[in-house]
């Protein structure tokens, strides 16, 4: 259990690392094609393409996050409640492909 709890955080993690990696790439204030070309390790791109987004001037820019709330007891019984009586009564293995 404590293997699996460690796998599946550790995908966690490396998803979220991505996701974030890849708002910073699309968020830059360099040359899109550049950074593209620098993360395949292409060190003779030019600085400015004069045709991405950010040569054009329009750097892209992310709306504020909204507000987190974390759901309480009786929002989460409401969300899983029924995928836990459709395990019992249809679908045994649907709540394991479901956390996987």
Known sequence: ADELHNLFE?????ELARLQALLGFFTSSSCLSHELARYFA??????????CS??????AELPPLPGRTLPNEQGLRAWCDPLVA???T??????TRFLC
């Open 90 to 95: 249809r679908h045994p293995r649907i709540l």
């Open 54 to 59: 950010v040569c054009r001037g329009e750097v």
């Open 86 to 88: 459709l395990c019992h």
């Open 10 to 14: 550790k995908k966690e993690h490396s």
């Open 42 to 51: 292409d060190q003779a791109a030019p600085t400015h393409c004069g045709h």
